[in-house]
């Protein structure tokens, strides 16, 4: 098979330009809503692994495991939707179709609100499992019932798990106009093979950290700290060369009480820099596609 790989992108040279307003440094603050889409022996016959503890041992119901992600849509969406709200920011959702419908009252509030709803699949199923035929009917599927219940088709694109086959399928869908599985670069970029507008996502600065069986973050000091540390080296080469960063959360991680002071003690550090500009990863989509496209 022919290695497609790049692993030169822009190298040392990257593109010069500045984000809208003359800013330098764009932030996309992005909130992962999959509640009612993990695993489960009742959906998909596969139990959970990737929680706040351990998963069973035997192929049956994680009813704990099930409570800790009905959190995050009773509770933990509302908390942050709040929080976004009183610093007058706008993220991006990355929404699975079936967890929008499990909570459409929460869903209307996203969009009311100003935030970007970005397909984040029907459900948690890795595309890569998928024939071509098969991942094409499962996107259709994603876009025409994010669109029912939203009232907009969307536009950007996160599988969790592609397949070689994903960009192509977004390409020919017509209405996507970026994906973001990526970890490859600091800014947008477009794919050699498909010329799809890549903006690219974080797997670091990312309360994803804070589940079993990662555990790398203990507290919300700890992950406050860590997003600091990358807003502030990147905000530093900013000078030189404009850049993006990503910032990642759950809403049944973030959104417990105990790790939402690291989401509020983040933006109050970020809200006045005047170099930055925070906006959904749709404005960064369009705006590259105009300057670079």
Known sequence: MENSRDYVGYGRFPPKFKWPGGKTLALSLVFNYEEGSEHSVATDNTVETIGEFGPVDVKV????????????????????????????????????????????????????????????????????????????????????????????????????????????????????????????????????????????????????????????????????SYLKDSFDTLYRESDRNSKMMSAAFHIRVTGRAGRLPALEGFLKYVKNKEKLWIATREEIARFWLKKFG
């Not at 119901?61 to 939707?81: K, T």
């Not at 709040?82 to 959702?93: E, Q, S, W």
């Not at 098969?134 to 939203?150: A, C, M, P, Y």
């Open 61 to 224: 119901r994680d009813v704990g495991m099930e409570s800790v992600y009905e959190y995050g849509q009773r509770v933990g969406i509302w908390r942050i939707l709040d929080l976004l709200g009183k610093y007058n920011v706008r993220a991006t959702f990355y929404a699975t179709a079936r967890s929008l419908d499990a909570n459409r009252e929460a869903a209307k509030a996203i969009i009311k609100e100003g935030h970007e709803i970005c397909d984040h699949g029907f459900s948690w199923t890795e595309l890569y499992r998928m024939t071509k035929e098969e991942e094409r009917k499962e996107i259709k599927k994603s876009v025409d019932l994010i669109t029912e219940i939203t009232g907009k088709r969307p536009v950007g694109f996160y599988a969790r798990e592609p397949s070689p086959n994903t960009l192509e399928l977004l390409k020919e869908s017509k209405n996507f106009i970026y994906d973001s599985d990526s970890y490859a670069d600091d800014i947008p970029y477009f794919d050699k093979g498909t010329g799809m507008l890549i903006v690219p996502y974080a797997p670091d600065s990312n309360d994803f950290h804070f589940q079993n069986p990662m555990n790398r973050f203990s507290n919300s000091s700890d992950f406050l």
